[in-house]
């Protein structure tokens, strides 16, 4: 079983596209606040998943906030909408979608569940404290956060998605689930080149025209002054799809990772133990390194089913 | 700048102290006006003690200014000791000197002194914990402006520890301190663990320094005793050279990649106290205030290290 649980924001949009244009089944899509606040992400990836023709599977909406702390938007990087101006005009007949609840989720579950985190970890890390016994259904979690031998986006020392609830991300890491850690040490070097994905320019499919304004309209591309052939373009929840699809485009480490949930500079750290100070038993396969080209190929070549 | 750069040695020997001190010495485009010392790899008295000893050893001019500082952090009682690497006394297995006496007068008052006598010109080699520096300048603000840098041997910028996962020793051993000095707005060059530990010294090389005799030949066998303790944990006859890093970065500024930023000592944390942050896009909102060393080239540092040490005369 395989749960998407996502704040769109543009990158979600560009991971769940190239997920589905896999032909990989999703058995639940969950929102979460992040990016933008909670009712935007909520009716982004509904307008998302009709456009995509995703029609039949569960749709839930999650939760508006940190268990602990204030939110942090993203709105300079994904617009005031979320999707870089592609759902501006707000709609008002999307049906009202329920709330989620991972616990009878997870407990009815027959089968592993797999989790595919791309926001902050507020749904599952509250799900976590309330039913611990849940974590035995969990197989993994492929979550798209953290950085280790790298500087962080949100602060100095943290990335955006641990940083908006390091005491849900906490939870989770401390739960013995067991974690991949898609984090800033790949995403960042993840550059995806513009070229081959030209010709959604002239996309008449309502998903291409929705691929061209992430692409036209994406922070990299405008803070370089314009779309040029030789533009990239960085999705950081893609490398999430990347490793569900190709674990091989990337190497690992298992190792023991905490969260700082207290730190005045290092809040919402993924504090990976290297050397074992900690005597604490590894938790997370932590990626390291991508292997950017062939990453890029794949996003590509997905997305391009789209055209 | 005058051509010769007058240098203090602010130090807790420790192996990588001695090696770091005798490169100074040996090196003539830098004046050694004076050694201070600090609790770090051994207690106060040890490492004065250490350093008493390294200063007739490298035979240095009974004149020359030599003050203790402080005993432990600057907001904490306890120290943190760090025998394990440098052995109990934090000189390994070395027979050194007898050692001279230290002079009355904290190390703090006597930077500040030499400092005002010559605003803008002296470097501070701050190879310990930060504490004595903190001090200086919590005591004697006036000298803030004119300390013309200081080279700090701390920290782990985009590497992991070698305390905890994220804290490097020496500013581990007394975060508030490293904050207070990062913070300080004194202009700074910090080389850190990420630099340090790629600049090995190998198991050839100890051996070439033990057969070039004198000084040098000592210099080796304190590197042999570090590099027994990393060959145990690590599996290979090599070892860091920390301190003397800081010592390269001030010869040769070049053979190390420079990155401009704010940084920071995460003073709270649970699993990250004593962390260097270095904000490299900006995310603290303050102006750039060191250069931090995040690559280097590691074959030069060893030549470098290998002609100056065995230069040391004596």
Wanted: a negative charge; aromatic letters at 6%; charged letters at 20%.
């Amino acid at each position: 079983m395989l749960i998407v649980d996502t704040d769109p924001g543009t990158d979600d949009a560009a991971a769940i596209m190239t997920l589905l244009a896999s032909g990989t089944k999703v058995d639940a899509f969950v929102s979460v606040y992040g990016n933008v606040p909670e009712h935007k992400t909520t009716s982004n990836l509904q307008r998302l998943l009709d456009i995509v023709g995703e029609t039949n599977t569960a749709r839930y909406r999650g939760t508006h906030r940190p268990m602990y702390g204030e939110q942090v938007a993203a709105k300079h990087i994904h617009g005031e909408d979320g999707m870089s101006g592609a759902f501006a005009e707000p709609r008002h007949d999307l049906p009202e979608l329920p709330r989620v609840n991972y616990v009878s989720m997870l407990r009815e579950a027959t089968e592993p569940v797999t989790i595919i985190a791309l926001g902050p970890l507020t749904n599952i890390g509250s799900a976590l404290a309330a039913a611990p016994d849940v974590v035995d259904k969990i197989e993994r979690i492929i979550f798209m956060g953290g950085a280790v031998l790298t500087y962080g986006n949100e602060t100095a020392a943290a990335s955006f998605n641990a940083v908006n609830d390091p005491t849900a991300a906490a939870i989770v890491y401390d739960s013995g689930v067991s974690i991949a850690q898609v984090g800033l040490d790949v995403c960042r070097p993840a550059e995806i080149p513009i070229k081959p994905l030209l010709p959604f320019r002239d996309s008449t499919t309502p998903a291409g025209q929705l691929i061209w304004t992430l692409l036209n309209e994406h922070f990299l591309v405008k803070r370089a002054g314009g779309l040029t052939e030789d533009s990239v373009i960085r999705f950081n929840d893609a490398p999430c799809v990347a490793y569900f699809l190709h674990p091989e485009l990337f190497r690992t480490e298992r190792l023991p990772v905490m969260i700082e949930t207290e730190g005045r500079y290092t809040r919402g750290a993924t504090v990976a133990d290297f050397p074992g100070y900690t005597g604490r038993e590894p938790n997370t396969d932590v990626l390291l390194e991508i292997d950017v080209d062939g990453y890029a190929a794949l996003i590509s070549d997905l997305l391009l089913t789209y055209l | 700048m005058p051509e010769v750069r007058p240098v203090v040695v602010d130090c807790d020997p420790g192996l990588d102290d001695a090696v770091a001190l005798a490169m100074v010495v040996a090196s003539p485009e830098l004046d050694l006006i004076g050694v201070t010392t600090l609790a770090g790899n051994a207690s106060l008295a040890h490492t004065t003690a250490n350093a008493g000893a390294l200063l007739e050893l490298l035979g240095l001019p009974a004149e020359l200014p030599f003050h203790t500082g402080h005993a432990g952090p600057l907001a904490r009682v306890q120290r943190e000791p760090d025998e394990p690497i440098h052995g109990p006394g934090g000189m390994g297995d070395i027979e050194l000197p007898a050692p001279r006496q230290p002079r009355p007068g904290h190390a703090v008052d006597w930077l500040a002194e030499t400092i005002r006598e010559r605003p803008g010109e002296v470097t501070i080699i701050a190879i310990g914990p930060l504490t004595n520096v903190a001090g200086l300048l919590l005591h004697h603000p006036d000298v803030a402006p004119l300390i013309g840098d200081v080279v700090v041997m701390g920290g782990a910028a985009f590497v992991q520890g070698n305390l905890t996962a994220r804290a490097e020793f020496n500013f581990h051993a007394d975060p508030e301190a490293a904050r207070y000095v990062a913070e300080s707005g004194v202009p700074l060059r910090i080389v850190p663990l990420d630099v340090t530990r790629r600049a090995l010294v190998t198991g050839e090389d100890i051996d070439r320094l033990r057969a070039a005799g004198g000084i040098a030949a000592l210099m080796g066998d304190m590197l042999a005793y570090l590099a027994r303790g990393f060959e145990r944990r690590h599996g290979i006859r090599a070892c860091a050279v920390h301190d003397a890093l800081a010592v390269a970065a001030l010869l040769e500024p070049e053979l190390m990649v420079w990155e401009h930023a704010a940084i920071t000592v995460e003073c709270s944390g649970e699993f990250t106290r004593g962390e260097l942050i270095v904000d490299t896009h900006g995310r603290l909102g303050r102006e750039p205030s060191a250069a931090v060393a995040t690559g280097i080239d590691a074959e030069r540092f060893r030549t470098l290290m290998h002609r100056r040490l065995t230069a040391v005369s004596h």
